[in-house]
């Protein structure tokens, strides 16, 4: 294992966040579904359609609502292509959540949260019984606030026993990644390649190559982080996971949670410049590719977070701005230090209100804010 070099110890409390505050956002929220229904949130989105009746644990935006909507007709039974109309979305149909991530791990950083900034929607494709077909990853681009000039984004799929699930057969790409770029795959085409290879802990789906590569000018360093710079445009694209037996249900899966027995977790990460150096959200697993030397700066916690319980990766349910280029995000968005200090418990909508003045706007993802 290779020597990692660390900073200074240069840490200084600057939030007194609660030791125990787990910096969640989501949550699970438990349905029980007599007969085929679909479910929309609080604004009308649809959050599932079609569901088979069953318990479901829908992952959401912590304070959001659920309605249960009765269907009349059942969806055709059929293999055509495109015909699938069970499914789940997270956090809904067409919506985005934002995903923010900090490049200088183990070191605290300048708390901006926009070294690798994008949109993710998570969609599950069931059978009429409620099996899982395939996962889906769409990933929208947004901003690189990072100077390394090679980062990647991948999907783990871990459980309770650390073993590799093996669920996946093979995954298709909407665009020509070059997943050699960080990760040893089988190609099957430019487009259709196997899940990272000798995994034993961890089911590993490659993302992305380089992320760089989803902005229309690669010159550039940083993309959309500063105010002084011209916009960049962004292609969004899709990865889906086909699923290799179909004999797993949608209840057998979670989302960016604690490990559980009999339950499959879904975690998404980056890779900054080697495979081997993982930024993870607080209290998910590494894979057996991350140097676990980084830990050393951290210890005695290996859970991603600091001494003083700062973190690397920031999700919230909405599209919402990302700050500037040196402007942390708590000066961006007062209410975020009250929510972390306040363990979550107040200001779970810590995006509003904010300084318009320390977020990017040249470019609008279909922001609330």
């Known amino acids: 294992m ?5 900073p200074e110890d240069t840490y200084k409390k600057v939030l007194d966040v609660p030791a125990d505050f787990d910096w969640k956002t989501i949550e699970k929220k438990t349905l029980t579904i007599t007969q085929l229904s679909s479910v929309l949130n609080e604004t ?4 599932a359609s079609f569901l088979p009746p069953g318990s479901y644990d829908i992952t959401i935006g912590k304070g959001s609502t659920l309605n249960i909507v009765q269907e009349t007709v059942a969806p055709a039974m059929t293999k055509a292509p495109g015909a699938v109309k069970q499914r789940v979305y997270f956090p809904a149909k067409n919506k985005f959540a934002t ?3 900090e490049d200088l791990f183990p070191d605290k950083g300048d708390m901006d949260m926009n070294d690798i900034v994008f949109g993710l929607n998570v969609q599950f494709d069931l059978d009429v019984q409620a099996r899982v077909l395939a996962i889906w990853f769409h990933i929208q681009p947004r901003g690189i606030g990072s100077s390394y000039k090679k980062i990647g984004i991948a999907a783990n799929f871990t459980n309770y026993s650390n073993t590799n699930p093996g669920i996946t057969s093979l995954i298709y790409s909407d665009e020509n990644l070059n997943i050699s770029n960080f990760f040893s795959v089988d190609y099957l085409s430019q487009y259709i390649y196997s899940p990272e290879k ?4 961890s089911e590993v789906i490659p ?3 380089d992320y760089r590569a989803s902005f229309a000018d690669t010159s550039e360093l940083f993309i959309n982080v500063r105010s002084i710079d011209p ?10 996971a086909d699923m290799l037996t179909k004999n797993n249900y949608y209840w057998d899966f979670t989302l960016f949670d604690e490990p559980l027995p009999n339950k499959i977790n879904i975690d998404v990460f980056t890779i900054i410049n080697v495979r081997s150096k993982e930024v993870h959200f607080k209290g998910q697993k590494a894979t057996e590719r991350f ?6 700066y951290t210890m005695p916690k290996t859970d991603f977070s600091t001494l003083d319980n700062w973190v690397w990766a920031i999700i919230s349910d909405k599209s919402i701005r990302h700050p500037l280029e040196f402007v942390k995000i708590f000066n961006a968005y007062p209410n975020f230090k009250k929510w972390a200090e306040g363990g979550g418990a107040t200001n779970i909508g810590w995006y509003s209100p904010m300084i318009i003045d320390s977020l990017y706007n040249k470019r609008n993802f279909s922001y609330i804010n």
């Open 198 to 201: 000798n995994t034993t802990i």
């Open 2 to 6: 290779s020597c990692v070099k660390f």
């Open 99 to 101: 995903l923010m991530f």
């Open 231 to 240: 916009a960049i445009a962004t292609t969004n694209f899709s990865v889906a």
């Open 207 to 209: 993302l992305t190559g």
């Open 44 to 47: 009308g989105d649809t959050v």
């Open 291 to 296: 140097n676990r030397q980084y830990f050393i």
